[in-house]
């Protein structure tokens, strides 16, 4: 298990950029935080929570959302323990709290959709985009 702490959202007008950072911290016994399977996931106000992107432990194997395809970057940087999801060009339909997730899981990353498929969460942080 890996405890995960997401930062960076906020409240951005459509066609704003944001970066979302997430932390991430091995639990003793645990693996290297290097060694997950990362995701960001997202709820939208009323509706269940959906993936947006998955990367693998290497980071160079990657799954976006089609409808965030060319707008967002998912990526991560294993000697500080962090991933980030970058948005681009930001639309009010996605407004929503992110979540980070983790696994140990090393299936490629479109196999890897699922809320099911993580066993570690961080509690979320709210993006909200204004029209």
């Known amino acids: 298990q890996v405890d995960l702490a997401e930062s960076g959202g906020g409240l951005v007008q459509a066609g704003a950029s944001l970066r979302l950072s997430c932390e991430a911290s091995?639990?003793?016994?645990?693996?290297?935080?290097?060694?997950?399977?990362m995701a960001w996931f997202r709820q939208p106000p009323g509706k269940e929570r959906e993936v947006v992107g998955v990367i693998n432990w290497t980071g160079g194997q990657t799954y976006y959302l089609d409808s965030v395809k060319g707008r967002f970057i998912i990526y991560r940087e294993n000697d500080k323990n962090m991933m980030y999801l970058q948005m681009n060009s930001l639309k009010p339909e996605d407004t929503a709290v992110y979540y980070c997730?983790?696994?140990?899981?090393?299936?490629?990353?479109?196999?890897?959709?699922?809320?099911?498929?993580?066993?570690?969460w961080g509690q979320g942080t709210q993006v909200t985009v204004s029209s």
């Open positions: 091995r639990r003793a016994g645990s693996p290297y935080t290097s060694a997950y399977t």
């Open positions: 997730a983790a696994d140990k899981s090393r299936s490629p990353p479109y196999m890897m959709t699922a809320e099911s498929a993580f066993a570690s």
